[in-house]
């Protein structure tokens, strides 16, 4: 998720122009662990924007050990443009 939000607070486009853009995770649903991730472990990260209303974007985000899927959830940000 904060990586997510990172991401999508790095965009530059003419839509944005010189807005500063600030992202505030809300909530997290649907998550499932599905094995466990042990430290050093080299993870995969997939992310996807599914839908987005006004301020709110709604997120996929699916974690891989190896192609072994871990971890799917959805989460919600808010986007702020200042």
């Not at 003419?14 to 993870?43: S, T, W």
Request: glycine fraction near 4%; charge should be positive; hydrophobic fraction near 45%.
């Amino acid at each position: 998720a904060q990586t997510a939000c990172f991401l999508f607070t790095s965009l530059k486009d003419e839509k944005v122009g010189n807005y500063q853009i600030d992202v505030a995770l809300l909530g997290i649903e649907k998550a499932r662990f599905k094995h466990v991730i042990r430290p050093d472990a080299e993870l995969r990260v997939e992310t996807k924007m599914i839908r987005i209303r006004s301020w709110l974007i709604v997120f996929e985000g699916r974690l891989y050990l190896e192609k072994r899927l871990c971890c799917e959830c959805e989460f919600m940000a808010r986007i702020d443009f200042k």
